[in-house]
């Protein structure tokens, strides 16, 4: 997405102070919903692939190779979860000790 815009032609123009305002709020409120449009999609596949990466690892691992490798070596949730399980007992452990 552009961070600027430049008008070259006409090098002068006459605007009024409030209709300039209201196209410049129009013009943000549609980058929002394109941002916001665009997150959606984006969380949204994060969940298909989190799914996909608990039921069929191997699907999600030829489609990662193409769309998501950053998924490739992230821990599941039930991994996560087993993890933390772990590292609370291990603390519990020391402090008993």
Do not use: C, W
Request: proline share 5%; net charge positive; charged share 30%.
């Amino acid at each position: 997405m552009p961070a600027n815009v430049e008008i070259i032609y006409p090098e002068r123009i006459t605007l009024a102070n409030d209709s300039l305002t209201y196209s410049s709020n129009k013009l943000l409120h549609n980058l929002h919903n394109y941002d916001a449009i665009a997150k959606g999609i984006l969380a949204e596949r994060n969940i298909i692939m989190q799914k996909l990466k608990e039921k069929a690892p191997e699907v999600l691992k030829e489609l990662s190779y193409y769309f998501a490798p950053s998924f490739q070596n992230e821990p599941s949730q039930k991994e996560k979860t087993k993890k933390q399980k772990n590292l609370k007992n291990s603390k519990k452990r020391k402090k008993s000790s």
